[in-house]
T-cell receptor, first 115, second 114 residues
Framework: AQTVTQSQPEMSVQEAETVTLSCTYDTSENNYYLFWYKQPPSRQMILVIRQEAYKQQNATENRFSVNFQKAAKSFSLKISDSQLGDTAMYFCAFMYMNRDDKIIFGKGTRLHILP | EAQVTQNPRYLITVTGKKLTVTCSQNMNHEYMSWYRQDPGLGLRQIYYSMNVEVTDKGDVPEGYKVSRKEKRNFPLILESPSPNQTSLYFC?????????????FGPGTRLTVL
């Protein structure tokens, strides 16, 4: 069965620092998507970044980037120049590419950005 | 085993035919929520509930109803489904809004409205 593991339940960093959130997953499939979602206290789920497994290049969105290691089944999120507004719960998620009937979420990492 | 269950997992229906997607959690969570997942848009919140008989609109509530008569159940009702409601739906629960507890997601319901 597919699983997504986020090994850091909670993290704190100082504003302006760089932080990396880890995510590993387990699958026997070759084609899939990986996502990072941000969930602030309002409970919205904001899509931060998305990676297609067939793409070698790591996805980047402004201050957010991923380190996608397909062989190691690792998908970490790096937040550069962290801001107070980055304080949130972050979920890593996995979805099949050709049968998008299921998305599997990790348990989340609560990130605190300290002033 | 702590879990959130949704039924059905897959549903194909026609425009205008009322349907209900059930959601149930066994963790005694106060907070429950419904999301829809669409390509390129990520998860969007439809409705949420902070406790029994307390529900509120999320980002995209139009065309949906919910009820929270019991703590464990939070059904999503589409009174008159339309094709633009074809999507992947997720129910989620946690202890309460803003807590440090993680949110648990159900397995998803793939809905197709013809």
């Amino acid at each position: 069965a597919q699983t997504v593991t986020q090994s850091q339940p909670e993290m704190s960093v100082q504003e302006a620092e760089t932080v990396t959130l880890s995510c590993t997953y387990d699958t026997s499939e070759n084609n899939y998507y990986l996502f990072w979602y941000k969930q602030p206290p309002s409970r919205q789920m904001i899509l931060v970044i998305r990676q297609e497994a067939y793409k070698q290049q790591n996805a980047t969105e402004n201050r957010f980037s991923v380190n996608f290691q397909k062989a190691a089944k690792s998908f970490s999120l790096k937040i550069s120049d962290s801001q107070l507004g980055d304080t949130a719960m972050y979920f890593c998620a996995f979805m099949y590419m050709n049968r998008d009937d299921k998305i599997i979420f990790g348990k989340g990492t609560r990130l605190h950005i300290l002033p | 085993e702590a879990q959130v269950t949704q039924n059905p997992r897959y549903l194909i229906t026609v425009t205008g035919k009322k349907l209900t997607v059930t959601c149930s959690q066994n963790m005694n969570h106060e907070y429950m929520s419904w999301y829809r997942q669409d390509p390129g848009l990520g998860l969007r919140q439809i409705y949420y509930s902070m406790n029994v008989e307390v529900t509120d609109k999320g980002d995209v509530p139009e065309g949906y109803k919910v009820s929270r008569k019991e703590k464990r159940n939070f059904p999503l009702i589409l009174e008159s489904p339309s094709p633009n409601q074809t999507s992947l739906y997720f129910c989620a629960s946690s202890f309460f809004q803003g807590s440090t507890d993680t949110q648990y997601f159900g397995p998803g319901t793939r809905l197709t409205v013809l």
